[in-house]
């Protein structure tokens, strides 16, 4: 099992930004993969961004592309999504998810991510 505590969710202008942290406890060695998702008001959870936790590919949604950057510190289990250029479209609760060698999901929380225009 591995359990995940996301932070740094908050209230920014237009083209400002953000830095959300997800911390991984548990059963972290078996951790694939990291990753960050979004769901809006009314729609469905979407992809945002992921990484190897080998550092080793690394996958963005083409609309965050050049804006996000998604990073990892191993010795501090954790994954961190830097959110530049923030839009209003943006706005939505930002979830951590993590990949285990056994194709298996796990989910934070969540973190409210508004951005006003």
């Known amino acids: 099992q591995v359990q995940l505590v996301e932070s740094g969710g908050g209230l920014v202008q237009a083209g400002g930004s953000l830095r959300l942290s997800c911390v991984a406890s548990?059963?972290?060695?078996?951790?694939?993969?990291m990753g960050w998702f979004r769901q809006a008001p009314g729609k469905g959870r979407e992809f945002v961004a992921a990484?190897?936790?080998?550092?080793?590919?690394?996958n963005y949604l083409d609309s965050v592309k050049g804006r996000f950057t998604i990073s990892r510190d191993k010795a501090k289990n954790t994954a961190y999504l830097q959110m530049d250029s923030l839009k209003p479209e943006d706005t939505a609760v930002y979830y951590c998810?993590?990949?285990?060698?056994?194709?298996?999901?796990?989910w934070g929380q969540g973190t409210q991510v508004t951005v006003s225009s």
């Open positions: 998810n993590s990949r285990d060698m056994y194709s298996r999901d796990y």
């Open positions: 548990g059963s972290t060695w078996s951790v694939s993969v």
């Open positions: 990484m190897t936790w080998s550092g080793d590919s690394i």
